[in-house]
């Protein structure tokens, strides 16, 4: 009788029940996928076979709208790129625009520059943290590092107004100068600060139930990261020295010290790691920049129209939050810029998911599309 | 043996790393300290630099508006959102007309305040409450926009500017 | 190694294979690969030690409709002697076709994709060239100077 | 209590004459008592879960409706019995209708046998713990049907991933209460009480293990955070009651509270010494009810805690954790706990 079952059964799988591939559309509305991404994910039973990113829903043609705008007005656009760390994007662009146009920022507005990123890269690793602890599904620490992510938007509002979409860094400068009570305040709010970090912690570092869903998930290989472009934290968890601010010093990133974070095993734990302790060596950065912040102009005298040299170009990278940000300007000799490229990291971090995926459950997905940090209007710009 | 003991290590550690993190939420929940704002309720005071509303400031004592019309904020403007015309006074002077600045398409970069030589833009901090029910009535004219400076806002005078930036650059800020 | 030294090492090098080099005012140094030889010439600059390029930071396009012309543009960076280089090869606008160099650096696979999707040059050989920002559907390219569309605007003043 | 009111109405019968339909009256008005407090009850854990969870987080939580956001969950009711049930077109109709009934009625069905008092319970059960454990499993299949017949991918996974999960933790869940019923030699959960009672200790503390087993298995079974991968948020937006809504969504609700008050109430009388009063504060004028709410309410705190502080566990982890700690753990304790039996004729 068993026996009859049985070869039925295997008769029936070979003959009419055919086993498919289940086929998931993890978005583009979905509670894990950080805003718009769609992920097409074919699965066996849990196991991931195949995930395609699906992108463009997003899409917001920042780089034709700037080719119509002025060098200055393009900065506003820049917020808008990755929003979640805008100063990194408006650094970027200003830095471009300067080393394009042969002009230099005094060093009062260097120095303000170099805090302000600071500041957006905590802000922007703190946000980090939450979603990433809330995609495993610890959803505490989320709202633990938007409280401290609201006293760093305050202080930026103080600062320039606005507190997502700055335009505070300008080309030959910054917007406007500090006002006398922020760097008091600044200090108190890295003394309220660095006690909380061991905090988050306490709370996920060495949690086990995090450990299982992070260490060994996704790893990436030296040599494949490097390949596949990837960048950032999420490349200095495989133990590869990439930082833009240590390589190619921008700004006064060869006065300060500061450790380049670099873990070894390439997983989701490492590049946890690595973001956790990037956020205390921020908080030295920053301390040392208010040290070294001295009176004087925060502008430069910018001539009345800015135009670019003719059939000049540039190439110009910084590190932003979430890795290698590049602002790839042609000049054409007019007010515009011929071209503008934005060369973001999300986009070649969420290009490594499938690799990393694979053969993982469904839930590592999540894991690690969160260790990797994208923003999904960085990926479609 | 010693994977038995590390089998059982391993429970040790992990159950006491969830007491630890059991221990910083089960602290917040006794302190009861809470972060919230209540909004309608609660307002928190905007800092005077925040880009809420932007506002065309109209000179009482001489019943007219700041603005001359000189397009420096219209052509600064990324999205093109400001329309303005204006015509030369009695006194010899141009006078804005019409001012249209569309709200739907203003990014609130603040270029046309900074462009304006005439001080004749603002931004005004505390009418942060822009939501409308029509997309229409983001079209603000210039009778919209009109905004008398109250006097504690009043701009100072450039000799009190420059000994107050004296002043800071003395203590070193 | 200096922007001029790595620029002669190049001439020297790659002589055969490239168009030109050059140290922009910019500071950057700019080779311009002939179409023929800029796969083998990507390979080398990634696996000769002396340059090992083996990121990609950044590929893309940049149209020029007055000399009928379409540029890729390559950014590379060399991890292990921290230098930067531009390496650009030319396409005809008409017909634009040039081997995909995903098989060198797997970052291109997107690059390019975005570069099509945007400019409608064709990767010859890429494993996967489908539009990535726009609708699948759509037909025109539209970081093309001359793009136009329904609902396109160019800023006024 | 529900003794009390049913005794009442016997009278009452008897008086006019009917007390031969006892038999069904009784029944039908402790369901309906049971019902009202529970629902009560739940409401109020919804409001407490959602306060331990701001606090946690610094925020306030519920305040707006009734006095500290009491009535919150009452609107929040409201609401969903007055919204629109949407229903998937080509759902499995009878399985679809049925499920959050199951779900609501098995883990129900678990309350009659918890003794709130001395003596309080609607049903003095001899085999009251293995009552209780075998029809709160039902609920896996609610979940399997809810997740099949809603003929949505995710609901569906959600479903699978229930299944899987409520069976392998059943086995822990049990085994972590065969100690005490080895040492306390009944299957009553009255007589469990009575017999912490008598030895002068909760089995808390001689059965510390056991307890956080079956603290970790109920809140498995209760598919309550860590361990809610069949509604993982984060990877199956709701997983099976994803495409529920309205009254049916509320059920699935209830249901999981419902599940969480049984779980702890279990806990509560076989570790925790059930109606009896606090070691040294036996002489306080506080009624056993009193007693056993507030230690539920302790359990329940736990239960929320580890869902606000703890990240969610893969499937495959879950089961590992479930098969390769829990199970070893209890059945090494059920054999130690034999042994001090045996040698000293009593429980360790």
Request: aromatic letters at 12%; charged letters at 20%; proline letters at 5%.
């Amino acid at each position: 009788m068993t026996d009859l079952l049985l070869s039925q059964i295997k008769l029936g799988a070979e003959s009419q029940f055919g086993t498919d591939e289940y086929v998931v559309n993890l978005g583009p509305q979905h509670p894990a996928t950080h805003g718009v991404l769609r992920l097409i994910v074919k699965l066996d039973g849990e196991t991931v076979k195949e995930t395609t990113p699906v992108l463009g829903y997003l899409h917001r043609s920042i780089e034709k709208i700037c080719e119509n705008r002025t060098y200055p007005q393009c900065i506003t656009y820049t917020d808008r790129v990755d929003y979640v760390s805008a100063m990194s994007v408006n650094l970027a662009f200003a830095l471009a625009t300067e080393r394009l146009m042969g002009l230099e920022a005094p060093p009062r507005a260097q120095w303000l520059r170099m805090i302000m990123v600071e500041l957006q890269r905590l802000a922007s690793h703190l946000l980090w943290m939450g979603a990433f602890a809330g995609d495993i599904g610890a959803l505490t620490p989320f709202l633990y590092g938007l409280r401290e992510r609201e006293r760093i938007i305050d202080l930026f509002e103080m600062t320039c107004g606005q507190r997502l979409t700055y335009n505070y860094i300008r080309i030959g400068g910054v917007m406007i100068d500090v006002l006398p009570e922020f760097v008091p305040k600044c200090r108190a709010f890295l003394d309220y600060f660095e006690p909380k970090i061991a905090e988050y912690e306490e709370l996920l570092t060495y949690n086990p139930i995090f450990l299982e869903r992070t260490k060994g998930v996704g790893i990436i290989s030296p040599e494949v990261g490097i390949n596949a472009g990837v960048c950032g934290p999420s490349l200095r968890g495989s133990g590869v020295p990439c930082d833009v601010r240590k390589q190619q010093p921008y700004l006064y990133y060869d006065q300060v010290k500061f450790n380049e974070c670099l873990e070894t095993a390439g997983d989701c734990w490492s590049r946890y790691r690595v973001r956790m302790r990037e956020i205390r060596e921020s908080v030295s950065i920053l301390r040392q920049c208010l040290d070294r912040l001295e009176p004087g102009p925060f502008e430069t005298k910018l001539p009345p129209v800015l135009k670019a040299p003719p059939a000049s170009e540039i190439y110009s990278r910084i590190e932003s939050s979430r890795g290698e940000m590049g602002v790839y300007l042609v000049g054409d000799g007019t007010i515009k810029p011929w071209k503008c490229k934005f060369r973001c990291a999300s986009f070649n971090n969420t290009y490594v998911l499938d690799q990393l995926t694979r053969g993982w459950k469904i839930a590592d997905i999540m894991a690690v599309l969160g260790s990797l940090d994208m923003i999904v209007p960085e990926v479609d710009r | 043996m010693g994977s038995l003991l590390s089998y059982f290590k391993n429970i040790i550690f992990g159950f006491w790393n969830l007491l630890v993190g059991l221990s910083v939420t089960t602290k917040y929940f006794l302190s009861m300290k809470t972060n919230t704002q209540q909004y309608p309720e609660e307002k928190l005071p905007l800092p005077v630099r925040s880009r809420s509303m932007i506002k065309l400031i109209y000179d009482g004592e001489k019943d007219q508006f700041n603005c001359v019309a000189c397009m420096m904020c219209a052509k600064a403007c990324p999205n093109s959102c400001i329309k303005l015309e204006g015509v030369r006074g009695a006194d010899g002077k141009r006078r804005v007309t019409t001012f249209k600045l569309d709200f739907s398409t203003c990014i609130f970069c603040g270029y046309c305040v900074e462009a304006c030589g005439f001080d004749a833009l603002t931004f005004v901090a505390e009418e942060y409450e822009n939501s409308v029910y029509k997309r229409g009535s983001l079209l603000q004219d210039e009778q919209a926009m009109k905004w008398v400076r109250p006097a504690h806002l009043a701009p100072k005078p450039e000799e009190e500017v420059k000994a107050e930036a004296a002043s800071t650059a003395k203590a070193g800020v | 190694m200096t922007n001029e030294e790595m620029k002669t090492k190049i001439e020297s090098d790659f002589k055969d294979w490239i168009l030109s080099a050059a140290v922009s005012p910019q500071k950057e140094v700019i080779i311009t690969a002939k179409p023929a030889t800029y796969l083998s010439l990507c390979r080398d600059l990634r696996d000769k030690n002396e340059y090992s390029f083996q990121h990609l930071s950044c590929l893309t396009a940049v149209d020029y409709p007055k000399e009928n012309k379409m540029t890729v543009v390559c950014h590379l960076w060399s991890y292990k002697k921290c230098a930067q280089l531009t390496l650009k090869v030319d396409v005809d606008r008409a017909n634009p076709r040039i081997p995909t160099v995903e098989n060198v650096w797997k970052s291109a696979n997107w690059f390019e994709r975005e570069v099509f999707d945007l400019y409608g040059i064709i990767f010859e050989g890429h494993s996967d060239l489908r539009r990535i920002m726009m609708p699948e559907d759509y037909t025109k390219f539209p970081l093309r100077k001359d793009f136009t569309d329904d609902g396109f605007i160019v800023k006024p003043n | 209590m529900v003794h009390l009111i049913a005794n009442l109405l016997q009278q009452a019968l008897g008086a006019v004459g009917l007390s031969g339909f006892a038999f069904i009256i009784n029944p039908i008005v402790s369901a309906v008592v049971m019902f009202g407090g529970i629902s009560v009850f739940v409401m109020f854990l919804v409001w407490m879960e959602r306060k331990v969870s701001a606090h946690m987080q610094s925020r306030i939580g519920p305040n707006r409706v009734g006095v500290f956001g009491l009535l919150q969950t009452v609107a929040d009711a409201l609401k969903l019995t007055t919204k629109e049930d949407i229903k998937p077109v080509h759902r499995d109709k009878i399985p679809y209708y049925i499920a959050p009934i199951i779900a609501f009625v098995a883990t129900f069905a678990g309350m009659i046998v918890i003794p709130f008092d001395k003596g309080v319970s609607v049903q003095n059960l001899n085999i009251g713990i293995l009552y209780v454990i075998s029809i709160t499993s039902f609920t896996v299949i609610a979940i399997l049907s809810a997740g099949w017949s809603s003929n949505n991918k995710f609901a569906l996974l959600g479903g699978f991933r229930s299944a899987a999960q409520i069976v392998s933790y059943e086995v822990p869940l049990v085994m972590s209460l065969v100690p005490v019923i080895m040492t306390a030699g009944t299957l009553n959960l009255n007589n469990v009480v009575e017999y912490q009672q008598k030895a002068g200790y909760w089995f808390v503390v001689p059965q510390f293990i056991a307890f956080l087993i079956f603290i970790t298995s109920a809140t498995a079974e209760a598919n309550r955070a860590p361990f809610d991968i069949p509604e993982a948020e984060s990877e199956l937006i709701g997983g099976f009651h994803t495409e529920y809504s309205g009254v049916k969504f509320a059920m699935f609700f209830l249901g999981e509270y419902i599940a969480i008050i049984v779980s702890s109430a279990v806990a509560v009388t076989v570790f925790l010494g059930g109606w009896l009063p606090l070691p040294f504060l036996g002489s306080l004028p506080i009624p056993g009810f009193a007693w056993f709410v507030a230690k539920l309410l302790f359990v329940i705190y736990l239960i929320m805690a580890f869902r606000w502080t703890f990240p969610r566990l893969r499937v495959d982890q879950l089961m590992d954790f479930g098969w390769k700690v829990l199970i070893p753990i209890s059945i090494l304790n059920i054999l130690i706990t034999g042994f001090c039996i045996l040698f000293f004729g009593k429980g360790v």
